[in-house]
């Protein structure tokens, strides 16, 4: 029998994953092309994976993206140290993005200014189509 908390916790990882499924659908819907569940290494010697990695054009760098339902402290610090992490072993920059789920949870100032401080570009559902141009290939 589950416990109450494994409930809990089984309910926030299919709101992540269906979350995480919604951001897929708009990038498909509107042709980005992606690798799903992209890892990447870092100088820490950890691989880091992030939901999405997006490729390299003419125009645009590599794009990581991660899908966020609740942007907390601790998803903030990790998310950024994955991403400067993996920065310090590459020679080619590399530009970080976040879809945050800003319906069903207003991020937190202090946790957006986390991110911020390490170059990661937040991106609000809410407002989904105001980063295609961040997105795509063009």
Known sequence: MLAVNDMFVMGEEHVLSLFKEDVAKFLESH????????????????????????????RKSQRVLQAINNLTKDQA????????????????????????????????EGNLAAIRAYDVEPLFWSRR??????????
């Not at 991403?83 to 937190?108: G, K, S």
Request: proline fraction near 9%; avoid cysteine.
């Open 31 to 58: 042709n980005i092309p992606i690798f799903p569940d992209f890892k990447l290494s870092g100088r820490s010697g950890f691989d880091h994976k992030f939901d999405f990695g997006l490729p390299k054009t003419a």
């Open 77 to 108: 610090l990790s998310f950024a140290f994955a991403v400067a992490d993996v920065r310090l072993m590459r020679a080619e920059p590399l530009q970080a993005f976040t879809f945050l789920n800003d319906i069903e949870h207003p991020p937190n």
């Open 129 to 138: 189509q105001d980063s295609m141009s961040l997105l795509n290939g063009g």
